[in-house]
């Protein structure tokens, strides 16, 4: 019996070697807008292939009808990617609570969940009762203090990144001040900015492949990113509750010997009646 397994660069490359120049053919078809799948099997790489969708020309309609700040896409094997390819901790939240859901489960459940922008399954425990989902986060890569354009703290969750300010307004231009920070890291599937006033944040994020920069209404990574850079300095479980414009999110992270061993998100989640949009 063999093994034959797909996906993106980063899980592909936790089982096999991506040579460079194919990984950088991969990156010329993201940067057209496309979808390259890596398949492998038998300890080598067997190919990559680009998937992407014809655009219907009322489609920027459909997607303003629509009205989600991300979207997510569930394959037939359960692995939900976002459009962009990168890791969104709402949107894992989300989806474990609507499997929950769909199965009809009652009471506190845990999941394992492929999604991307990680390259492991991570935990979601809903609790149907309360109406709440919980997500595993990916761990810091590194955490880093910075003094321009503002004093911050950048912190490095894989495919994704935040710089923290603290009292500091919201801005696109401030955004466009700190995107040299970001933009070094090819790796990076998502970067933003986490705009923190005591106990609210208001998170600007932007999407390269997706083309996108918007202030989003909540955002898990980001929350994740300013309980990080609140708790440096301390040992053991650290919480926030950070009021953002969707609504409040929860970030725990756990501190040992100065490393983050464990982080998570949770909140309520609410889910809409079922509808279809063609785009």
């Given at each position: 019996q063999k093994e034959i397994f797909g996906g993106n660069a980063?899980?592909?490359?936790?089982?096999?070697?991506?040579?460079?120049?194919?990984?950088?053919?991969?990156?010329?078809?993201?940067?057209?807008?496309?979808?390259p799948l890596f398949f492998g099997g038998a300890g080598r790489l067997?190919?990559?292939?680009?998937?992407?969708?014809?655009?219907?020309?009322?489609?920027?309609?459909?997607?303003?009808?629509?009205?989600?700040?991300?979207?997510?896409?569930?394959?037939?094997?359960?692995?939900?990617?976002?459009?962009?390819?990168e890791f969104c901790g709402n949107a894992s939240r989300a989806y474990g609570y609507l499997l929950a859901k769909q199965q009809g489960l009652a009471g506190c459940r845990s999941m394992?969940?492929?999604?991307?922008?990680?390259?492991?399954?991570?935990?979601?425990?809903?609790?149907?009762?309360?109406?709440?989902?919980?997500?595993e986060m990916p761990l810091p890569k590194f955490v880093k203090p910075v003094d321009a354009p503002a004093t911050g703290t950048l912190v490095h969750l894989g495919g994704i990144a935040h710089l923290v300010v603290q009292d500091v307004p919201p801005s696109r231009e401030f955004f466009a001040q700190a995107e040299p920070l970001f933009t070094a890291d090819p790796a990076l599937d998502a970067y933003g900015v986490c705009f923190v006033e005591g106990d609210r944040m208001t998170p600007l994020v932007k999407v390269p492949e997706a083309g996108t920069l918007v202030f989003e209404g909540s955002c898990g990574s980001g929350t994740l990113a300013c309980a990080v850079a609140m708790s440096q300095g301390r040992e053991g479980i650290f919480s926030v509750s950070l009021r953002q414009p969707a609504g409040t999110v929860n970030a725990s992270v756990t501190r040992q010997d100065g490393a983050v061993i464990a982080a998570s998100i949770g909140g309520p989640v609410t889910l809409s009646e079922p509808f279809e949009v063609t785009i």
């Open positions: 980063a899980f592909t490359g936790t089982k096999v070697t991506v040579p460079a120049e194919l990984a950088q053919a991969a990156a010329e078809l993201s940067a057209q807008g496309k979808t067997l190919g990559v292939i680009a998937v992407a969708d014809t655009i219907k020309e009322d489609s920027p309609r459909a997607i303003r009808e629509l009205q989600a700040e991300q979207v997510g896409f569930i394959f037939p094997n359960g692995h939900m990617e976002m459009e962009a390819g394992q969940l492929s999604v991307s922008g990680c390259d492991h399954p991570i935990t979601v425990t809903v609790d149907m009762d309360a109406g709440t989902a919980e997500a």
